[in-house]
């Protein structure tokens, strides 16, 4: 943050001096308010990043062609905030003048138009608008196939992309598919323990667990934990993630002590890693209880499940959907130690959310 505080300050004083030495619309004004508002973007202050994105397209609509490059740039820059406040309308609309003018402005396989379309699709798959988001992410593909090497890490990203959106879809064998492309370029493109392949095997165990091929999918999760571990700190959150995966693909297998091992080991990580109260711990705890649970521990699944609940009960709104599964987990448990009138409690208490 303190690198950033700086180069708002440099970029700042930058903008004053041409304030006072250049015309009130001069393209290096415009220059200097997207570099501003990039820096804002990348603290987060989407608000004040958007203020000077806009000032900066302002002054390129009054001094440059109306379909120059840099006014696409300002377009893309503007959807990117829209799209990480989660105005995804605005996000689309933006995305698309921008695509508008490169395709006036650029050759017609340029990587600029990909990258257009690929945000297009990033939009549409947020906005659960999976078969427009698919089409999106093809059109960038296609672009990319033609504009770029084999290999190049971009294609990586596109085949990515459309598994997720398949995924998305509950098509799992075509969403393996595009993952598995995927993984295949990164593992000519990038060093073996980058972060993205471990993103790629990550990807797959989920579509093989989805598929129910746990011991693909087991190795697969094993293979994205095992780079993982090289290249994050130990209490990173992404490993706990990690843990979670594996120890769901061991509770399906029926390797409940394995399954618990891999939940607390998840739980461990987060209670370092992310505040008390963050609903991630829950998910933990309901699964260690869930584990507990399969094992005929029913006083280890009871505390577990009752910390889940403690936490939801601070972390979600009231009414929300996974009060009912804490609440029928713990009926379940009443029910299996005979306790059937609090076991009837807490299946009334899911019934009623």
């Given at each position: 943050?303190?690198?950033?505080?700086?180069?708002?300050?440099?970029?700042?004083?930058?903008?004053?001096?041409?304030?006072?030495?250049?015309?009130?619309?001069?393209?290096?004004?415009?220059?200097?308010?997207?570099?501003?508002?990039?820096?804002?973007?990348?603290?987060?202050?989407?608000?004040?990043?958007?203020?000077?994105?806009?000032?900066?397209?302002?002054?390129?609509?009054?001094?440059?062609?109306?379909?120059?490059?840099?006014?696409?740039?300002?377009?893309?820059?503007?959807?990117?905030?829209?799209?990480?406040?989660?105005?995804?309308?605005?996000?689309?609309?933006?995305?698309?003048?921008?695509?508008?003018?490169?395709?006036?402005?650029?050759?017609?396989?340029?990587?600029?138009?990909?990258?257009?379309?690929?945000?297009?699709?990033?939009?549409?798959?947020?906005?659960?608008?999976?078969?427009?988001?698919?089409?999106?992410?093809?059109?960038?593909?296609?672009?990319?196939?033609?504009?770029?090497?084999?290999?190049?890490?971009?294609?990586?990203?596109?085949?990515?992309?459309?598994?997720?959106?398949?995924?998305?879809?509950?098509?799992?064998?075509?969403?393996?598919?595009?993952?598995?492309?995927?993984?295949?370029?990164?593992?000519?493109?990038?060093?073996?323990?980058?972060?993205?392949?471990?993103?790629?095997?990550?990807?797959?165990?989920?579509?093989?667990?989805?598929?129910?091929?746990?011991?693909?999918?087991?190795?697969?999760?094993?293979?994205?934990?095992?780079?993982?571990?090289?290249?994050?700190?130990?209490?990173?959150?992404?490993?706990?993630?990690?843990?979670?995966?594996?120890?769901?693909?061991?509770?399906?297998?029926?390797?409940?002590?394995?399954?618990?091992?891999?939940?607390?080991?998840?739980?461990?990580?987060?209670?370092?890693?992310?505040?008390?109260?963050?609903?991630?711990?829950?998910?933990?705890?309901?699964?260690?209880?869930?584990?507990?649970?399969?094992?005929?521990?029913?006083?280890?699944?009871?505390?577990?499940?009752?910390?889940?609940?403690?936490?939801?009960?601070?972390?979600?709104?009231?009414?929300?959907?996974?009060?009912?599964?804490?609440?029928?987990?713990?009926?379940?448990?009443?029910?299996?130690?005979?306790?059937?009138?609090?076991?009837?409690q807490y299946y009334e208490k899911a019934q009623e959310i």
């Amino acid at each position: 943050m303190g690198e950033y505080s700086k180069a708002l300050s440099s970029y700042e004083r930058s903008l004053e001096i041409r304030k006072i030495a250049l015309p009130p619309n001069h393209p290096s004004l415009a220059a200097s308010y997207n570099n501003i508002g990039v820096v804002y973007d990348n603290m987060g202050e989407y608000s004040k990043a958007l203020s000077s994105y806009e000032q900066s397209l302002e002054i390129r609509k009054v001094a440059l062609p109306p379909n120059h490059p840099s006014l696409a740039d300002s377009y893309n820059n503007i959807g990117t905030v829209y799209d990480n406040m989660g105005e995804y309308s605005k996000a689309l609309s933006s995305y698309e003048r921008s695509l508008e003018i490169q395709k006036k402005a650029l050759p017609p396989n340029h990587p600029s138009l990909a990258t257009s379309c690929n945000n297009i699709g990033g939009v549409y798959n947020n906005m659960g608008e999976y078969s427009k988001a698919l089409s999106s992410y093809e059109r960038s593909l296609e672009i990319q196939k033609i504009a770029l090497p084999p290999k190049h890490p971009d294609l990586a990203y596109s085949y990515n992309n459309i598994g997720g959106v398949y995924n998305n879809m509950g098509e799992y064998s075509k969403a393996l598919l595009s993952y598995e492309r995927s993984l295949e370029i990164r593992k000519i493109a990038l060093p073996p323990n980058h972060p993205d392949l471990a993103a790629s095997y990550n990807n797959t165990g989920l579509m093989y667990y989805n598929m129910g091929e746990c011991s693909k999918a087991l190795s697969s999760y094993e293979r994205s934990f095992e780079i993982l571990k090289l290249v994050l700190p130990p209490d990173h959150p992404d490993l706990a993630t990690s843990y979670n995966n594996i120890g769901m693909v061991y509770d399906n297998m029926g390797e409940y002590s394995k399954a618990l091992s891999s939940y607390e080991r998840s739980l461990e990580i987060q209670k370092e890693a992310l505040p008390p109260n963050h609903p991630s711990l829950a998910t933990s705890c309901n699964n260690i209880g869930l584990a507990y649970y399969n094992m005929g521990e029913y006083s280890k699944a009871l505390s577990s499940y009752e910390r889940s609940l403690e936490i939801r009960k601070i972390a979600l709104p009231p009414n929300h959907p996974l009060f009912a599964n804490c609440y029928n987990n713990i009926g379940l448990v009443y029910y299996n130690i005979d306790e059937y009138s609090k076991a009837l409690q807490y299946y009334e208490k899911a019934q009623e959310i």
